[in-house]
């Protein structure tokens, strides 16, 4: 049961609707002079539905898949979690007539979803009878605006609901629906995943190091495999899983040692082009002491929808992947993954496919303005750090087949250095 402000009408009705569908509630909708009616006795709580998932848990096999940790606590579920393999409809959490209050809201939420789906039936006639006029005779400018209009409605008319709502924060959506699509998008950008990210790429310059802006507009998540085991005598014998790399941690070159696994959400339904970069921006530059850049990986002319697979399927390769490899004696480097949206999203690019001798200085922002690649227009984002290790060694004699280099800071004169030198007693 919920707890209840008795001094505080509009703050009871708000915290009985559905976690976060509270919002759809205005505050017209509540009598702040009237008192809120005591709170009804406990009643007993409404037996959901037996389903297929949860009638294949019998006591026996609870029983089992506890044996050996104890007694299933009170309260504890032994449903399984929900998925798509394991889908599960939304029930309302609080039976019809135990709380007037939560009825009210659930019931005005309802109609005002009917009442803009009434609005959003007008504006599509508007809109069929506009395109049905002559080409000469249609107002772009207003039929661009009526389709705008059309499209929020359509979202504002379910975005509220509680079944949807619940749907999209437990998996459970279809990107065809754009409710589904802003709700998903609206998750990635306020719940976190975004703001950290941006906050890495910033603190660690990557902008404007590497590009001038950054504006991601899809979910880029990279995955690769987990960090060995510490006893040399398991590497070998346990199969190491992937798993999500947060933006900017520490990586080992051995994680790294084979390209990563991409996963995408993106938000636009229409196939769009974009050009896949991977590159090192802290590679040593002795004869200007500064730093370069070194590109590790390229595959330009990706389509990406809503319903792209995931991981994204590389096939081809336009540029082979090189691993991670930080110079010994050089600070961590910065190795920055980018999903840049081409300038015409439904016309190939011709790219020429790039030597071992052209990675090392290869120029990002020379790259993106000779093919029209723009980073804030959006795109996608990610990125981690590595320091060198041992492994590094095996990089340079077994793919790179070079003489690995190795840096620091040069050695101080020493003033003294031929007083030393002579002897002290002649």
């Not at 798509?84 to 009210?104: F, K, M, Q, T």
């Not at 629906?177 to 719940?191: A, F, M, N």
């Not at 015409?344 to 011709?350: A, D, K, L, M």
Request: hydrophobic share 35%; net charge positive.
């Amino acid at each position: 049961m919920f707890a209840l402000r008795r001094s505080s009408p509009r703050v009871y009705l708000r915290s009985l609707v559905v976690r976060g569908y509270a919002d759809a509630v205005p505050s017209e909708a509540v009598n702040t002079s009237a008192t809120p009616p005591p709170p009804p006795p406990p009643a007993a709580a409404p037996t959901a539905p037996e389903t297929p998932e949860t009638a294949e848990l019998t006591s026996e096999e609870a029983t089992t898949s506890t044996k050996g940790r104890g007694r299933r606590r009170p309260g504890q579920s032994i449903r399984p979690s929900i998925s798509l393999e394991r889908p599960r409809e939304w029930n309302r959490p609080i039976a019809s007539g135990v709380l007037p209050a939560y009825d009210l809201a659930f019931k005005y939420i309802r109609e005002d979803s009917e009442n803009l789906k009434k609005e959003l039936e007008e504006v599509r006639g508007k809109i069929r009878a506009a395109e049905s006029l002559p080409e000469s005779e249609q107002d772009a400018q207003a039929l661009r605006k009526m389709r705008a209009k059309a499209d929020i409605l359509e979202i504002q008319s379910e975005v509220n609901l509680p079944d949807v709502r619940w749907k999209a924060r437990n998996g459970l959506v279809d990107m065809n629906k754009s409710v589904y699509r802003h709700l998903v998008e609206q998750r990635w950008r306020k719940d976190g995943a975004l703001d950290l990210l941006m906050e890495r790429i910033h603190q660690m310059k990557v902008v404007p190091d590497l590009l001038p802006e950054l504006h991601p507009s899809l979910d880029l998540r990279i995955n690769f495999p987990e960090p060995p085991p510490e006893d040399v005598y398991k590497r070998s014998r346990v199969k190491r899983k992937y798993e999500k790399v947060e933006p900017g941690v520490f990586l080992r070159p051995e994680q790294t040692w084979r390209q990563p696994l991409l996963y995408t959400t993106v938000f636009h339904l229409d196939t769009r082009l974009y050009t896949l970069l991977m590159v090192d921006l802290d590679v040593p530059d002795p004869a200007r002491q500064t730093f370069q850049t070194y590109l590790h990986w390229m595959q330009p002319n990706i389509a990406l929808h809503a319903f792209s697979p995931s991981p994204i399927p590389i096939t081809t390769t336009h540029t082979m992947w090189v691993p991670p490899h930080p110079q010994r004696g050089t600070p961590y480097h910065r190795y920055v993954v980018l999903l840049l949206p081409q300038a015409h999203p439904t016309e190939r690019i011709s790219v020429p496919q790039l030597t071992d001798a052209e990675r090392l200085g290869f120029d990002v922002r020379a790259f993106c303005a000779r093919h029209g690649l723009n980073g804030s227009k959006g795109g996608g984002a990610h990125m981690w750090r590595e320091v060198w290790d041992e492994t590094v060694s095996k990089i340079y004699r077994d793919v790179l087949k070079t003489e690995e280099p190795r840096y620091g800071r040069p050695p101080k004169e020493d003033p003294y250095a031929q007083v030393k030198r002579t002897p002290k007693y002649m």
